[in-house]
C-alpha cells in the first residue's frame, strides 16, 4: 500500500507549507504512481477534494482508478497540531513544509497499518523531474520506478524490515543536525533519512512510527519544532540496526540548472564523487 497526501495554498496561513507552484508536481507525482497494483490512500482537506478528484479522473487509466482512495482529513486533527502552533507562536516558526503535514506522515501511516503487509509513504511531488531525469519520469515502467518489479524486489531485500534513503553527512551531505541529548543511545550524526520515501514491513514499521511520535511528545515538550526527517534521524541511530538504508550525496543530477551551470571540470568532479538520490530507486 502507498500513502501520501496533498495540501495546497498553506503558505502564509498556520500551517506554512510550499507556494502553490507546487501543486503541478504534486498532482502528476500522484499519478505517475498508477503503474502498479498498490492501492493508493492520499489524505486531503475538504478545500482540495475536488481538484485532486478530476486530476486523478482525468489522468489516471481507467482500469487504475479503483486503486486510488481518498479520505478527507482536516490537519487541524493532527495529534500534535495545538502543540506546534503554540511553540510556533513562541518562537516565530515559518517554513516552507508544514509540521502538521510532516508529522502526519507517521500519523497516516498508522492509520492505515492494518490494511496490507507492507506500507510505503511517498510525497506527493516525488515522482516528478525535479528528483529524477527525464527519460525516467517518461519511461516509468522501462526502468521500473514505483510499479510491481519495484516494489517486489524491495520487498525481497528488505524482508521484515523497514527501509529509508539516506543523506550521507560524511560525503557532501548537509542537513540541520539533532541535538545530541534527545538520543537515548547510538549518536551516529552521519546518515539523514530523508522523509520522501520510506516503509516497509507492517510490524517493524508500526514499532518505528511509533517510537517517532514518542519522540516528537519528547522534543516538544522541550519547545522545539525538529522536521518529520530529524525525528526519523533519532529513531533510526537508536534502532540502526534493525533497519536497512541506502545512502545518496546529492539532490542535484545533470538536468538540474546547478549542474548545467558547471564547467566542465567541474561536472567531472561532481560525477566522481557523488551519488544521486534517484539512483537509489533504478535497478
Known amino acids: 500500500m502507498i500513502v501520501t497526501c496533498f ?40 478545500k482540495d477534494y475536488d481538484e485532486l478528484v478530476n486530476h486523478i479522473n482525468n489522468n489516471v487509466n481507467e482500469e487504475n482508478i479503483e486503486k486510488y482512495q481518498i479520505k478527507i482529513f482536516d490537519l487541524k486533527n493532527q495529534t500534535f497540531h495545538e502543540r506546534i502552533q503554540s511553540i510556533r507562536k513562541k518562537d516565530g516558526y515559518v517554513q516552507d513544509r508544514c509540521l502538521e503535514i510532516q508529522y502526519g506522515k507517521f500519523q497516516f501511516l498508522l492509520n492505515e497499518i492494518n490494511n496490507d503487509e507492507y506500507l510505503w509513504w511517498v510525497d506527493a511531488g516525488l515522482l516528478d523531474q525535479h528528483l529524477f531525469l527525464k527519460e525516467h519520469v517518461n519511461n516509468l515502467e522501462k526502468f521500473n520506478l514505483f510499479n510491481d518489479v519495484f516494489f517486489e524486489k524491495l520487498k525481497k531485500d528488505i524482508k521484515e524490515s523497514v527501509y529509508f534513503i539516506c543523506g550521507d553527512r560524511h560525503n557532501h551531505y548537509s542537513h540541520g543536525k539533532p541535538n545530541k541529548k534527545f538520543f537515548e543511545k547510538n549518536y551516529q550524526n552521519r546518515y539523514h533519512p530523508v522523509g520522501g520515501f520510506f516503509g516497509g514491513k507492517k510490524e517493524l514499521l508500526e514499532n518505528f512510527l511509533i517510537k517517532c511520535n514518542d519522540k516528537i511528545d519528547i522534543i516538544l515538550n522541550d519547545n522545539l519544532l525538529y522536521s518529520e526527517e530529524i525525528i526519523m534521524e533519532i529513531i533510526l541511530s537508536e534502532n540502526i540496526d534493525n533497519y536497512i538504508f541506502k545512502i545518496f550525496t546529492t539532490w542535484i543530477h545533470k538536468e538540474r540548472g546547478v549542474y548545467k551551470k558547471m564547467s566542465n571540470n567541474e561536472k567531472i568532479n561532481f560525477e566522481s564523487n557523488n551519488k544521486p538520490y534517484y539512483v537509489n530507486f533504478l535497478s
Request: proline share 2%; hydrophobic share 20%.
Open 7 to 46: 495540501y495546497t495554498g498553506l503558505i502564509n496561513t498556520e500551517f506554512g507549507g510550499r507556494p502553490n507552484s507546487f501543486k503541478r508536481r504534486y498532482l502528476y507525482g500522484i499519478s505517475n504512481l498508477q503503474y502498479n497494483t498498490q492501492k493508493k490512500v492520499i489524505y486531503t482537506s475538504n
